[in-house]
DNA sequence: AACGGAATCAACCGCGCATGG
DNA sequence: ACCATGCGCGGTTGATTCCGT
């Protein structure tokens, strides 16, 4: 027996909202605060449960979400995040800000997934498809990647650990898709986990923290994924401690930062070594082609749909101050939407730049409790 | 133009965990 | 220790939109 939902017990509305209920919402909010939520309808003026009020604020009406498509870099980052923390939406959303779980969820189930099928690899494991096929046919271990790959040094394997390999470092290349290559030899990408770095002064977009859970067998993971938007490093980084194999693999890449490793940190879960990557980075490579996977298609349907949440703003906030811009870059095909977060809604940018400033102290609880910032920020609504 | 399947996305559901009484 | 409550997460659903025929 399930619980009742705890709509169906207070006879509350469900489906949609309206903009009078988003406009109500928003307006406590910026008033007062979340506070608890369960409280918040009754006190709004809601017919709705506090869980939905709860989604519908964190989803949809929070000022410092992103919402348009998805950049390359933050696809990839999805993707490698992914191959790391698996279905942590949650957790993968916190290391791309502006973004929601919601959001990345729903993208990675309906366009990444299939992107990567069509690339030949198993969205689950990451690895090749043709490799996962063969494995569920030998039950045996994995010895090597399909045979549509080649070495190259635009990806980087880290060899894996000492139970589960050889320890001979490869590097592989998907000769089909001109793809970075991001194949693992973990087993159980659950069992390894990134953590939020409170105190470390990492944009909360990189990836500066590992947690190596030796229980779990988290030294099976054995890739080393550098995908570096603009100025940030974000490297989900082979688990061995070993500086001098981490070094060589980051200059098989081109990465000219000074990164260094150190096991002083113990995790929280006191069951594992932490390694902790330092980066003052730049990597100038830029992102690692993968041409293949661009979202081109509803380009200017997306920007459509764009203005369309411009005009809800402009219901919001009684002005528009400017209009979302494609940015075209070096790749025909690629774009870059500048949406109402970034660029249009100036009442929000000290309330971002704080929560943006909040992310790096408190990643794991991007949102924060304080919602006074909203009422600074979010001028008189 | 009409239809049907695919894709997208907002929202719901149920569960587990944390917390407080 | 137990229970009630609230919160957050991941999985799933269903309505809407898109797109090909």
């Keep these: 027996m399930g619980r009742q939902s705890c709509c169906y ?12 209920e988003d406009e109500k919402l928003i307006r406590h ?10 409280s918040v309808p009754k006190q709004a003026g809601l017919e709705r449960c506090g869980k939905s009020c709860r989604l519908r604020w964190i989803n949809y009406l929070r000022p410092d979400l992103k919402r348009g498509t998805f950049s390359k870099q933050e696809e990839s980052l999805i993707i490698e995040l992914h191959a790391v923390l698996g279905n942590r939406w949650s957790q993968i959303a ?13 993208f990675w189930n309906s366009c990444v997934k299939k992107k990567l099928r069509q690339s030949g690899i198993d969205p689950n494991t990451h690895k090749p498809l043709a490799e996962m096929e063969d494995k569920t046919s030998n039950s045996g271990d994995l010895k090597a990647p399909a045979t549509t790959l080649e070495k190259t040094k635009h990806s980087v394997h880290k060899p894996a650990s000492s139970s589960s390999s050889s320890g001979e470092s490869r590097t ?5 898709t001109p793809t970075r290559g991001f194949f ?3 087993e159980s990408s659950s069992a390894c986990h990134l953590s939020p770095l409170p105190h470390s002064g990492f944009a ?3 990836a500066p923290l590992f947690e190596m859970n030796q229980e779990l067998n988290c030294s099976t993971i054995s890739t080393v994924l550098l995908s570096v938007p603009s100025g940030n490093i974000s490297a989900l980084m082979s688990l061995k401690p070993n500086i001098d194999l981490f070094r060589d693999e980051i200059d098989g890449i081109q990465c000219s930062s000074d990164v260094y490793l150190s096991n002083s940190r113990r995790s929280s879960m ?6 902790e990557l330092q980066s003052s980075t730049s990597f100038d490579g830029g992102i690692l082609p993968f041409s293949e996977l661009t979202p081109e298609k509803n380009a200017h349907v997306q920007l459509e749909r764009e203005h369309e949440d411009l005009k809800w703003s402009e219901y919001l906030q009684g002005t528009i101050t400017a209009s979302a811009t494609i940015q075209s870059q070096s790749h025909p095909l690629q774009y870059d939407i500048k949406t109402e977060s970034q660029s249009v809604l100036v009442g929000l940018g000290t309330w971002q730049q704080n929560q943006q400033g909040q992310q790096q102290l408190q990643s794991s609880n991007i949102y924060g409790k304080d919602f006074h910032m909203v009422s600074v920020g979010f001028g008189q609504v």
Excluded: F, M
């Design 172 to 176: 592989w290349k998907n000769s089909v």
């Design 204 to 206: 909360p977009d990189c």
């Design 270 to 275: 006191n069951t594992g070594s932490v390694i």
């Design 94 to 106: 916190s290391r791309l800000p502006g973004r929601t779980d919601n959001e990345i969820k729903n």
């Design 184 to 186: 693992h030899d973990h």
């Design 29 to 38: 909010i910026t008033k007062y605060g979340h506070g608890c939520w369960s």
């Design 9 to 20: 017990k207070q006879k509350l509305r469900k489906g949609l909202w309206s903009p009078e």
